[in-house]
């Protein structure tokens, strides 16, 4: 996957093989949007990173989880039993070019999942337009 400038500079490029190194610009900018929830991300052949409190923790990162979402090509919620998010629910999803999986992103959902029960709870008519419909069901 490669990503490019107005001017056809390239500016990030993923592939399967990437480096930790490589990959924190977008672990970083997830992490942010997340407002700085742990997040984990990983190429399909080599350890990834993780990110917490606004700071990367670990550059050699392998992540049971995130192996799961590589392999499967789908995004994965689960629990770890063990490694550091033991216990805390987290939410993975793979990092695709077309068909081809790169490698996975995941974060770690401290919330438990209440955001999407604040969405059932709401049921605001305003949100309907930015969510799919399996998100959001009318």
């Known amino acids: 996957l490669i990503l490019k400038d107005l001017w056809g500079s390239v500016m990030i490029n993923i592939s399967e093989n990437s480096k930790a190194e490589e990959l924190i610009p977008i672990a970083k900018a997830v992490h942010i949007l997340v407002n700085r929830l742990p997040v ?3 190429s399909k052949n080599n ?3 993780r990110l917490e409190k606004g700071e990367v923790v670990d550059t050699n990162y392998e992540g049971y989880v995130l192996k799961v ?10 629990t770890p039993i063990t490694g550091p998010y033991a216990g805390l629910p987290v939410i993975v999803t793979p990092i695709k070019d077309g068909d081809k999986v790169l490698g996975a992103i995941g ?11 604040v969405l059932t709870i709401a049921r605001r008519p305003e949100l309907y ?3 799919p ?5 009318k």
Do not use: C, W
């Open 40 to 42: 984990a991300m990983r």
């Open 47 to 49: 350890p990834g990173v």
């Open 69 to 78: 979402a590589i392999e499967r090509g789908e995004t994965i919620r689960a």
């Open 107 to 117: 974060v770690v959902d401290i919330t438990a999942g209440i955001f999407e029960d």
């Open 129 to 131: 337009k930015f969510l």
């Open 133 to 137: 419909e399996d998100v959001f069901p």
